[in-house]
């Protein structure tokens, strides 16, 4: 009888492991791209700083002196409406900048930058009815003129 350890020696068969060559391009970029990398960092570093203070002067700040733009809306008897969706646009622009719902008392309130600008107030009204199922319209769309850092009361009046 052989020996447990000469039977495990004949099923061994050895693995070589081999290295696929690295092609000459290659090997020439890899030595290269310590001087391209930092180059290239500093050029996206550079764009992103532009980008963020783009983004800074865009967004509002608590310091900076704001406009607010309040309003309500009003249901066809008279009587402030809940959780309509209503949204702010700055002319000329085609996209609403702002989209907010009124709250229980009917009201909105959305602050903008100070300064000469026209923006137009309109009601979402898609799927909301009254309680004998008639759909809401709202009367027409408000348009806003601000001059300086003041406060524009407006309101939505919504017909059936």
């Known amino acids: ?5 000469s039977m495990r020696m004949t099923n061994w068969k050895r ?9 000459r391009l290659r090997r020439w970029l890899n030595s ?14 550079g764009l992103s ?3 963020r203070a783009n983004a800074a002067e865009k967004k509002l700040k608590p310091t900076d002196p704001y406009a607010l733009i309040f309003g309500t809306v009003w249901g066809p008897d008279n009587r402030p409406v809940y959780g309509i969706k209503v949204t702010i646009r ?11 719902y009124s709250d229980h008392a009917g009201e909105f309130a959305q ?3 100070a300064g000469k600008a026209d923006y137009v107030i309109s009601a979402d009204l898609r799927g909301v009815k ?12 408000v348009e806003v003129h601000v001059d300086y850092d003041e406060r524009v009361d407006i309101g939505l009046h919504l017909t059936p």
């Open 32 to 45: 290269i791209s310590f001087l391209l990398l930092p180059i290239f960092l500093l050029a996206v570093s």
């Open 130 to 141: 009254t309680r004998d199922g008639r759909p809401l319209h709202l009367t027409q769309d």
């Open 1 to 5: 009888m052989k020996p447990a350890t």
């Open 90 to 100: 700055q002319l000329p622009k085609k996209k609403p900048g702002w989209e907010l």
């Open 111 to 113: 602050r903008v930058a």
């Open 49 to 51: 700083v532009i980008d």
């Open 15 to 23: 693995k070589t492991a081999t290295k696929p060559r690295v092609p």
